[in-house]
Each structure stands twice: as structure tokens, then as C-alpha cells.
């Protein structure tokens, strides 16, 4: 009754291949962006940026990256941390290598940078499959966060063996630093995820994404067809640490502004990532960025309700958070592997029907 | 048969077959003790439709897996459009035109029936990356004109109604017709079925006769295929090879494949006396 599509003709192949081919969600998605573009910049504050805008604009573009390697590609990654750190030390390094460097050029550049690193741990990729390749990539994790604590000319043999961000402006408004404007940092990070969800769509809908799904299904078929399999995983590895990069990058210099990389890239943001999409929904655009707003979202929620209205302690709180996220992990697993867009899809064909059942 | 003319011969209904479109001469494939295929030479000429037939275990599909380049022989030479050809790995040979279903079906499961076909057309499309990141230009154009072609394919096979549904949702026999759509479009030179009547009803079974039928009618494709229904063997196909213990043990029209002893004693047993 609500939602349907009934009356949406289409008369080209154009029309039906687009990413929103139902009328209503492409007004749906519109108005979503004009408010993102348009509403939000105005309104937000420093709390709202820095506590949900922000992580939620980075993670989703991280969780992207791991949706096309791991939910388009099949091949599993736990090297997401490592991935994001190796954004951020290029980001540092070209911060402090070529000061009049764009922000934003810095920023793709890393991304770059980090698909190069993300092809040569995924060369293990053609011989292992599953399990195994999951321990390779943590052996990725485990010796990028190593290598960025122990050889210093990373960090710039700084004391400390942290990196800071230094001030870079665009368009005369700080992007990094500490004189950032929520809002700009915002627009920055919006405008990279916009740009880098309508590629990954572009890319998952088209000839290559078709390759990475049928590496995914059925490998042996995908080869009979033509599927080069080591191109097609490595472009996987590469196109999805390009994402990761970016990520790290911009939660680095936007986010941040310092990190010690035990701390901020380490196991945890890993696992952090594959909940998002396991939650959000493998193989879905959609379901990563769901994935990421509710994964930064459940414990401010919970913050909100449990310390704030409650009145209970903080760390009960943090400890609810991962239960919760624990609990839910497990049920996603067993009852919806598809995560919330699959709901979010279940959800679209009832309404459809609604009020009757069949 | 065995002194028709290298150009070709014309079949009993009249149609027309062309010269050797590909050849496997001597082929032997063991995996470590086990000799899957022994000695075992035939050819396959343009137009055909050229049966494999043979009891369980016979190395009917290792002789596919060779064919498609699945498996490399230990001895032996695999002749194609006239030359011989090198090892090369299955996606390479599957840009030469050769393409082929499965025993047990090996769609993607994940994919709707319409991408399923369309990535059946991956050799045929080369738009660069950053075209396909945008959407625009050759990326955008290739996907509309490819598109034409898969719908061609799924008005042919009459699939139209479950163009958007994941092929795991559809019942077996239209998994059957849609793996054979995805292999039709690659638009093959050479068209290898493996069982494609495996575990089908009789309506099914004369469905999928007629579709291969008029592929190879309408598309003029040739077509290699393993099939153990005797009755649809004889009935379709215009050579027969019979295999039995990884040997080759007859080989002609199915008229002669049926009188030959060898063949009555493989499928029905010799008696000891």
C-alpha cells in the first residue's frame, strides 16, 4: 500500500539497470541527499560530528571496502585495521613530505598507496580460500601495526611514535587541525563517501562486480566462462583497500588529528569493520552503510538511555554495548546472514502487499 | 561413416556438417595411479552434435575437463579450429569460444537469473575500469547492448518471468535452462553439455532436446554432450562415442554405435561361459 512499483514502467534497458530503478526510492535517495548536502552542514554541532557524523561517514566508507572484498568477492579480510593504518601513515607522510599538497589529492593518494598494499597481501588470495585466508590477512594486521610502531621513519622518528596531523586548508577552510569547523570536516568526509558509494555501486552493478560475485559463488564456473581468477581477486583486494585507505586517511587527519597505531588500527578495528557488514548486510551498498551508522550508533544509544536517563554507571554501559553487539552478531549469523538490508528488502516486498499477507 | 569426407557430410535429415572443428588425439590423463583416460582419440566437426556416452566412471567428464582445459593430459594433443593447441588455463580457452555446463549445476547462486547470463558475456565485453567506475561512456553503452543480446537468450529459452529472481529460489529444471543460457551467451564456437537431462522428467527431458536442438539450428553451434537417456542420445545426436574404463570403445552414427558388440557388452555385461 505504501511502497510499490506498480505503474513504474520502463522502456529502456537504461531504466532498469539504473541503481535506483523504483521511482520512489530515487526520490527517497534524493531528499537524502539534499538534507545531507543542503540541511545538515547548517545545523550540526560539534557533538554530533565528532560523536556520530564523523565515525559514521568513515567507517561506512571502510565498510564498503571490506563489503566488496569480503560480501562481493568471498574473500575473507581481518586486515582491515592494518589497511586503514597504512592510509594514515601515507597521509602523514605525504602531510609532511609535500606541505602545498591539496588535502584532498593527499587523501586519494593514500588510498592508492594502500591498494598497493592491499594487492600484495592478497597474492595469498589465489592459492588459499576461507579460513587460511583470513589468517593470512591477519598476518597482514599484525605485521603492518608492527611495522608502523617499529621503524621510525614513519612516524618521522618523533619521540612519542605518534603522528599528528597538521593544519591543511581547502578552499581557505582548515580541513585538519585543530582550528577544523565541524561542519567542513563534515563535508569533507560526506563528499568522499558520496564519491566513493556511487563508484562502488557503479562497480558491483557492472562487468567487474559480476566477476567478483561469481568468484564468490562459484569459482570453477567464473573461470570456465573466462573469469580471470587472479585478476579478479586482486582487483577485489585493490579497489577494496583503496576504500580502507581512504578511510584511514581521512580518520587519521579529519577524525583524529593523532593516532598511536596499536591503539587506534589495531585487531579491534578489524573485527569492528566485519561486524559492520556482517550486521549491515554482505554484498550491499546499502547494507555497509547501514551496518556503520548502527555500529556507531548503539553505544551513544545506549549512553543516552543506560548513563544519561538511567543514571548507571559508564562502563556498565560500554559492557551492555558489547553484549549487545555480541548477541546480535551471532543472531545475524544464524537467522539473517544478509544482515539489514535484507531485512530492509524483506521489509519492501510486505509493505508491498500489506494489509495482506500473500 | 568413418570414410566421410574431411569437408564434411550431410546427415540422414539433410543437414549439413562441416569440417574438423576440434580434435583430441591420444589423450592420456592419470591422477597418480588412476588412468581416467586411456589412448583415446575423436574429433568433433562443425555443426555437430557429437553424444559421449559410456557407463559411471567411463571419464566421460574428464574428457570435458580436457576439452575446456580443466585438466591437463599427460600424453596427448588437443586440436582446434586447426591448430594445436598449448596448455592454457580454462578462462583463456574460454575466450577461443569453447563454453559448457556442469553435471551438478555451478550457477551463481547469489545472482539473479539476468546477471547470471550477463556474466555469461564477460569475454565479451572490455570497457575499461574507470569507464565502469563512472558509469559512463563504453561501460554504460556495453552493459545496454549486452543486455540485448541476454534478452535474446531468455526470450529463447522462455526464462523471461524469472529474469530478477535469485537462481537459488528456481526449481532444477530451470536451473538446468539457466546455466545453459549463460554458457549460450558467450555465443560459443563449441557448446560442451554435461548430463544436461540429469534427474529430469520426461516433459523436462523434451524441453531441453528441443532448446539443443535449436541452439544448434538456429545458432549453428556445435555441441559436444554427455547424457546416459540412450533414448535422447540416439535421437539427437549425429556421432556417438562410447567410452567405457577410460577407453574409447566405439565411435559412429548411433545406428552403428548401437549394433556394435563392444558397446551391447559395455552397457549390458558379457556372458562368461
Known amino acids: ?358 | 561413416m568413418n570414410d566421410m569426407s574431411p569437408d564434411g557430410y550431410t546427415t540422414p535429415d539433410g543437414r549439413q556438417i562441416g569440417g574438423v572443428m576440434m580434435e583430441v588425439k591420444n589423450i592420456t590423463l592419470r591422477f597418480g595411479g588412476v588412468v581416467a583416460i586411456k589412448d583415446i582419440s575423436f574429433d568433433i566437426r562443425e555443426g555437430e552434435i557429437r553424444a559421449i556416452i559410456g557407463p559411471n566412471g567411463a571419464g566421460k567428464s574428464s574428457m570435458l575437463n580436457v576439452i575446456n582445459g580443466f585438466y591437463h593430459p599427460q600424453e596427448g594433443e588437443v586440436w582446434f579450429n586447426g591448430a594445436k593447441r598449448k596448455a592454457m588455463k580454462p578462462h583463456a580457452i574460454a575466450k577461443q569460444g569453447i563454453a559448457r555446463t556442469f553435471q551438478n549445476i555451478a550457477l551463481f547462486k547469489g545472482m539473479s537469473t539476468l546477471d547470471n547470463i550477463m556474466t555469461g558475456r564477460f569475454t565479451k565485453m572490455n570497457a575499461g575500469f574507470w569507464s565502469q567506475c563512472l558509469w559512463k561512456g563504453k561501460a554504460e553503452q556495453e552493459e545496454i547492448e549486452n543486455r540485448e543480446y541476454v534478452e535474446k537468450i531468455i526470450d529463447f529459452l522462455e526464462i523471461q518471468a524469472i529474469r530478477k529472481t535469485p537462481v537459488g529460489r528456481l526449481p532444477y529444471g530451470l536451473q538446468k535452462r539457466v546455466e545453459l543460457g549463460r554458457a549460450l551467451a558467450a555465443e560459443p564456437k563449441l557448446l560442451l553439455l554435461d548430463e544436461p537431462m540429469a534427474g529430469m522428467n520426461v516433459e523436462e527431458k523434451e524441453d531441453m532436446s528441443r532448446f539443443i536442438l535449436d541452439v544448434n539450428d538456429e545458432f549453428g553451434t556445435t555441441i559436444a554432450l554427455i547424457e546416459h537417456d540412450m533414448g535422447v542420445v540416439m535421437d539427437i545426436s549425429d556421432r556417438v562415442v562410447v567410452m567405457d574404463y577410460g577407453r574409447k570403445i566405439g565411435d559412429g552414427t548411433p545406428d552403428v554405435v548401437r549394433a556394435d558388440p563392444a558397446v551391447i557388452d559395455a552397457y549390458l555385461g558379457v556372458a562368461h561361459d
Open chain 1, 1 to 358: 500500500m505504501f511502497y510499490r512499483e506498480a505503474g513504474d514502467f520502463k522502456t529502456t534497458y537504461a531504466a532498469d539497470q539504473q541503481t535506483f530503478p523504483i521511482l520512489f526510492d530515487r526520490r527517497t535517495y534524493y531528499i537524502v541527499l539534499a538534507i545531507a548536502l543542503g540541511v545538515m552542514p547548517f545545523v550540526v554541532t560539534d557533538y554530533i560530528t565528532n560523536a556520530i557524523l564523523l565515525p559514521f561517514l568513515i567507517y561506512a566508507i571502510a565498510a564498503i571496502g571490506l563489503n566488496i572484498l569480503t560480501g562481493y568477492c568471498g574473500q575473507v579480510s581481518l586486515g582491515t585495521g592494518g589497511f586503514m593504518a597504512v592510509g594514515a601513515y601515507a597521509t602523514y607522510k605525504l602531510m609532511t613530505g609535500f606541505p602545498d599538497l591539496n588535502i584532498a589529492i593527499i587523501v586519494v593518494l593514500s588510498g592508492f598507496i594502500t591498494a598497493g598494499v592491499g594487492v600484495l597481501f592478497g597474492l595469498p588470495s589465489l592459492r588459499i580460500k576461507g579460513f587460511y585466508l583470513a589468517v593470512a590477512t591477519l598476518a597482514a594486521q599484525f605485521f603492518l601495526v608492527w611495522m608502523f610502531n617499529k621503524v621510525s621513519w614513519f612516524y618521522n622518528y618523533s619521540a612519542s611514535g605518534q603522528i599528528n596531523a597538521p593544519e591543511r586548508t581547502m578552499l581557505g577552510q582548515p580541513v585538519t587541525g585543530a582550528e577544523t569547523e565541524p561542519w567542513v570536516a563534515y563535508l569533507f568526509c560526506l563528499a568522499f563517501l558520496i564519491v566513493l558509494a556511487v563508484i562502488a555501486r557503479n562497480l558491483t552493478r557492472g562487468r567487474i562486480g559480476r566477476s567478483w560475485m561469481a568468484i564468490r559463488d562459484m569459482d570453477i564456473a567464473a573461470e570456465i566462462i573466462g573469469v580471470n581468477p587472479l585478476w579478479s581477486k586482486l582487483s577485489a583486494f585493490a579497489v577494496s583497500s583503496f576504500f580502507v585507505g581512504v578511510s584511514g586517511s581521512l580518520f587519521f587527519a579529519v577524525y583524529l588529528g593523532a593516532v598511536e597505531v596499536g591503539e587506534a588500527f589495531g585487531i579491534q578495528k578489524s573485527f569492528l569493520v566485519l561486524f559492520m557488514i556482517i550486521i549491515g548486510g554482505l554484498g550491499s551498498i546499502f547494507g555497509s552503510l547501514a551496518g556503520a551508522a548502527f555500529m556507531v550508533l548503539l553505544p551513544v544509544v545506549l549512553k543516552l538511555v543506560m548513563v544519561d536517563s538511567l543514571g548507571w554507571p559508564t562502563d556498565l554501559a560500554a559492557h551492555f554495548n558489547f553484549i549487545v553487539v555480541g548477541a546480535l552478531i551471532v543472531a545475524f549469523l544464524i537467522f539473517e546472514p544478509h544482515g539489514l538490508a535484507q531485512l530492509w528488502r524483506i521489509a519492501k516486498e510486505k509493505l508491498r502487499l500489506w494489509p495482506f499477507p500473500h
